[in-house]
């Protein structure tokens, strides 16, 4: 019982870890303006990204994973991480607000 109990605190202080840091890693807030499922692109009205030296504008942006296409729609707001993959703007997380 002791070992499950730890074992249970354990995983909750690893999701707690989890969570704060993907928090921290969406750095970027925008507004999705259109979603190109076919090319794995979304386009984003969005604040500055210091990380890679962006002012606030509009952007096409690739997708890490087309999977993430299905969690927004044209229209939500978002938070969301973007780097320079193979010298496109990727994103690499994104979450409605």
């Known amino acids: 019982m002791k070992r499950?109990?730890?074992l249970t605190a354990t995983v909750a202080g690893l999701a707690l870890t989890v969570g704060a840091a993907l928090a921290q890693a969406l750095n970027a807030e925008g507004e999705v303006r259109r979603i190109d499922?076919?090319?794995g692109k979304i386009t984003l009205k969005h604040g500055p990204i210091p990380n890679l030296d962006l002012p606030a504008m509009t952007l096409v942006f690739k997708v890490a994973d087309p999977a993430m296409l299905g969690q927004v729609k044209p229209g939500?707001?978002?938070r969301f991480a973007a780097a320079r993959v193979g010298g496109?703007?990727?994103v690499t997380a994104i979450q409605p607000k």
């Open 37 to 39: 499922t076919a090319n």
């Open 4 to 6: 499950l109990l730890a």
């Open 76 to 78: 939500d707001t978002v």
């Open 88 to 90: 496109q703007y990727t």
